[in-house]
């Protein structure tokens, strides 16, 4: 069993950025996949990044080149810094565990997802 605990949502302006973290519970971390995802009201859950074990990323188009996924394996933390938010990056914002360390695995392969954190983007 995997525990995971976002924090770093919030209430931000447009242009602004913020960082979210999770906090993963798991004696093989280091192996793991990890993904952020959100989900907006009325939408469907979408794929934002995903960080391998050894730190290769890949992020959807919409958050190329504002969003940056990273990891600190000594600390069982993963971190999504999202810099020049827009108002459609609302949303609530998960991060999941691929424990087998697939790349780049799909949405249903994820094992473990954490209560998600909000993020809001004032315009």
């Known amino acids: 069993q995997v525990q995971l605990v976002e924090s770093g949502g919030g209430l931000v302006q447009t242009g602004g950025s913020l960082r979210l973290s999770c906090a993963a519970s798991?004696?093989?971390?280091?192996?793991?996949?990890m993904g952020w995802f959100r989900q907006a009201p009325g939408k469907e859950r979408e794929f934002v990044a995903a960080?391998?074990?050894?730190?290769?990323?890949t992020y959807a188009d919409s958050v190329k080149g504002r969003f940056t996924a990273s990891r600190d394996n000594a600390k069982f933390t993963v971190y999504l810094q999202m810099n020049s938010l827009k108002p459609e990056d609302t949303a609530v914002y998960y991060c999941?565990?691929?424990?087998?360390?697939?790349?780049?695995?799909?949405?249903?392969?994820?094992?473990?997802w954490g209560q998600g954190t909000q993020v809001t983007v004032s315009s």
């Open positions: 999941a565990v691929e424990e087998s360390g697939l790349w780049i695995p799909g949405l249903k392969q994820y094992d473990y």
């Open positions: 960080i391998s074990w050894s730190g290769r990323t």
């Open positions: 798991g004696r093989t971390f280091n192996s793991y996949t």
